[in-house]
């Protein structure tokens, strides 16, 4: 059974950075047929897309627009880990973070989310 | 590139029919998947390719996509339904991911 471990919850500073781990289980962060997502939720309830990465002969990583210039995204295979990093961040960043598996254009195994506070 | 819409809230009677619609101009043209999110917890795939169970999901949930709506049938509605639902789909010409704001399914 896959399972993704998510790192617990963060209060960051305004400016500073944010980092969240997203570590799996039965599963490999460098497979060729799924793709590892980050997805946050705002308080006000919506699910946002930050982006993917996914292992294709190198590392390819694809982000959205809204967070484009301040996102990475990175791995390590030998952690079997994946992790996302948020530069510059304000309190409009506030958001449970959750990692997820990308398969077939959906989103079928989700970590358990990490809160992260900005303040 | 797609904006999904879908209702704040639908309310139902325990036992009664629930549709839950999810709309975009085309949305037909590509799968739907839809969401299960309970408070407190990470959302759960309920429904892929617009009406595929993934395994240990109940037969009362069903869906199909049609022109501009896709919409998720839940059938003789129970307490345990009580959920945020989130529609989403993949833009293959954009690459990202695209969630709808989400519909708050309350059970009367």
């Known amino acids: 059974q896959i399972q993704l471990q998510q790192s617990g919850a963060r209060l960051v500073k305004p400016s500073e950075t944010l980092s969240v781990t997203c570590a799996i289980s039965?599963?490999?962060?460098?497979?060729?047929?799924?793709?590892w997502n980050w997805i946050r939720q705002s308080p006000s309830g919506g699910l946002e897309w930050l982006g993917k990465?996914?292992?294709?002969?190198?590392?390819?990583?694809n982000y959205a627009e809204s967070v484009r210039s301040r996102i990475t995204f990175t791995a390590d295979t030998s952690r079997n880990e994946f992790y996302l990093q948020l530069d510059s961040v304000t309190p409009d960043d506030t958001a449970v973070y959750f990692c997820?598996?990308?398969?077939?254009?959906?989103?079928?195994?989700w970590g358990q989310g990490t809160l992260v506070a900005v303040s | 590139s797609f904006v999904l819409t879908q209702p704040p809230s639908l309310s139902v009677a325990q036992g009664q029919t629930a549709r839950l619609t999810c709309g975009a101009r085309?949305?037909?043209?590509?799968?739907v998947h839809w969401y299960q999110q309970k408070p407190n917890q990470a959302p759960v795939l309920v429904l892929f390719d617009d009406s595929a169970r993934p395994s240990g999901v109940s037969e009362r949930f069903s869906g199909y996509n049609s022109r501009d709506t896709a919409t998720l049938t839940i059938s003789r509605v129970e307490v345990g339904d009580e959920a945020d639902y989130f529609c989403q789909l993949w833009d293959g010409r954009s690459d990202e991911g695209v969630f709808g704001g989400g519909t708050k399914l309350t059970v009367l």
């Open positions: 990465t996914a292992f294709r002969s190198k590392w390819t990583h």
């Open positions: 039965g599963d490999s962060v460098s497979t060729h047929i799924a793709a």
């Open positions: 085309s949305i037909n043209s590509v799968a």
């Open positions: 997820a598996r990308l398969k077939g254009g959906k989103f079928d195994f």
